[in-house]
């Protein structure tokens, strides 16, 4: 049996304001989604994982660890400091360990819950509902936004639509400098864009990363859902009947329409759905989710709380729209371990554990060993047959640090160069070496051999194998 579910593209019948526009006009302004507020449940949950992430975004780069900025993407240097963690460029298997298990994790949450990671956590929901929070402060309701926006140009609507702007420009403008913060350090970089110190490439980025923000929250919003985020369109491969999603109980809600309030619905032939419209109207994405499950819906349950509210004043049970999976609603029980999850579980699990077996095993300290291209071997003054190799050494802790080189592999050599040299926190060392050997002692002509470089505390140890070179 097939379990899954595939979306319905279905035409909404969505009812969005259009403004008047000019028929001699050469572009048309889009339709535009007056978002209804609601208060409940999800929306207070909402909410507060909103203002939760929102602080931790804005709080992250000011945290010091042993004096330094606790999270510094530092891409110039080529150096992510992470709470004491140091990972560069060769530490790629971490970064592809991160990205694979946040993509799991996703895949997670979206076969058990649908997408309630676009309408609780994803930063483009969570800009837009503050941005509307403000338009909802500075032009009132959504009915009153809608019947201001039809208004001729007046003197206060100049002001208010000036002070909404300025309101979403300083939040873009705060946006932008605490997630460019991420990437250099954060509090020279407000000092400097405050004072009018930075430099033109900082500026152009501050400007353009702001832009952003308020084109996609303050414009563009349900656009960059319903036809720019790829994760819309995959979705729907992870959905299957025992996905809990935001669901109208067509069963119990048909057949629609206003009835008096004391009327007992059965009696009338009528199902519990006023057609009150609340739930079209507070839905960011502008559809009616009575018409089915759609690739639009951001699962974020402002219709849920909207429906509750107008069942409350019916006196009817609450749950008309719900999040419920498909089985639930044919009367079957939903399963809720299944194949695809624990899959995706598992995936998560083992990625974890290969993350932190990475991060806990990983060496702060690189070795890579260059041979001198321009001889293998050549016999000295002494007669020892010589090779010469240059050390590159990466010091990848934040602390500078004392090693000493060792060879393995050889019972007696003569060593040319510094046994003992300081390296800089987060630098390269470059390190010429020979080592010179009796031809008598080389019982062949190439003997495998080992350059170990300990630290001066004993705490850290690298080696790298290499040959050693007697010729005939
Ligand atoms: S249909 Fe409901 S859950 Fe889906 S986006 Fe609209 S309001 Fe949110
Ligand atoms: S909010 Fe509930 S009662 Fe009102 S139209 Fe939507 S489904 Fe029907």
């Known amino acids: 049996m097939n379990d899954r579910i595939d979306v319905k593209n279905i035409p909404a019948d969505v009812k969005v304001y259009k403004p008047k526009v000019d028929e001699n006009a050469t572009y048309n302004l889009r339709s535009r989604i007056y978002v209804r507020a609601v208060k409940g449940l ?40 992470i709470f004491g963690l140091t990972l560069w460029p060769q530490d790629l298997t971490i970064f592809s360990s991160l990205l694979i298990i946040s993509a799991f994790l996703l895949f997670v949450v979206t076969t058990f819950y649908g997408r309630v990671w676009c309408g609780y956590m994803c930063p483009q929901t969570v800009w837009t509902f503050m941005f509307i929070w403000f338009e909802e ?78 084109a996609n929250a303050g414009w563009m919003r349900e656009i960059m859902c319903l036809h720019i985020c790829p994760y819309a369109r995959f979705q729907s491969s992870m959905f299957d009947k025992d996905t809990y999603t935001v669901t109208y109980d067509a069963a119990r809600g048909e057949k629609r329409g206003p009835r008096p309030k004391k009327a007992d619905p059965k009696e009338i032939g009528m199902g519990d759905c006023v057609d009150c419209n609340l739930c079209v109207q507070v839905c ?66 083992i990625m974890s554990a290969a993350f932190v077996w990475q991060v806990v095993s990983r060496i702060p300290l690189e070795l890579n060993i260059e041979r001198d291209r321009n001889a293998l071997y050549r016999v000295n003054n002494d007669g020892l047959v010589e090779n010469t190799f240059t050390l590159q050494v990466l010091n990848k802790s934040q602390t500078n640090a004392t090693y000493s ?57 690298v080696s790298e194998e290499t040959r050693f070179f007697k010729g005939r």
């Open 137 to 214: 402060k500075i032009e009132g309701s959504a009915n009153k936004r809608k019947k201001f926006d039809s208004m001729p140009l007046s003197f206060t609507k100049v002001w208010k639509k000036g002070l909404k702007h300025t309101a979403w420009w300083v939040i873009s403008l705060l946006t932008s400098l605490t997630f460019i913060g991420y990437f250099v350090p954060v509090d020279q970089l407000f000092i400097d864009f405050f004072t009018f110190e930075s430099s033109a490439m900082v500026v152009g980025w501050t400007l353009f990363f702001a832009g952003c923000t308020y």
């Open 284 to 349: 960011p994405t502008g559809i009616d989710i009575r018409n089915g499950l759609q690739y639009e819906c951001i699962n974020c349950g402002a219709c849920i709380d909207a429906c509750d509210e107008t069942m409350d004043k019916m006196n009817y049970p609450k749950g008309l729209i719900s999040y419920t999976t498909e089985h639930s609603l044919e009367g079957k029980p939903t399963k809720k371990l299944r194949t695809k999850l624990i899959g995706y579980g598992l995936v998560t699990v």
């Open 405 to 461: 080189i060792s060879v393995d592999g050889l019972s007696d050599y003569e060593f040319y160069g510094e046994r003992e040299f300081a390296v800089a926190a987060g630098e390269v060392y470059n390190q010429p070496i020979s080592i010179a050997v009796d031809p008598v002692e080389l019982k062949r002509p190439v003997t495998g051999i080992t350059i170990i470089i300990r630290s001066s505390n004993g705490e850290l140890e």
């Open 42 to 81: 999800h929306q207070a949950i909402r909410r507060k994982m909103g203002i939760f992430f929102l602080g931790l975004f804005a709080l992250l780069p000011w945290l010091n660890w042993n004096g330094q900025q606790a999270i510094l993407l530092d891409i110039v240097n080529q150096q992510f400091n």
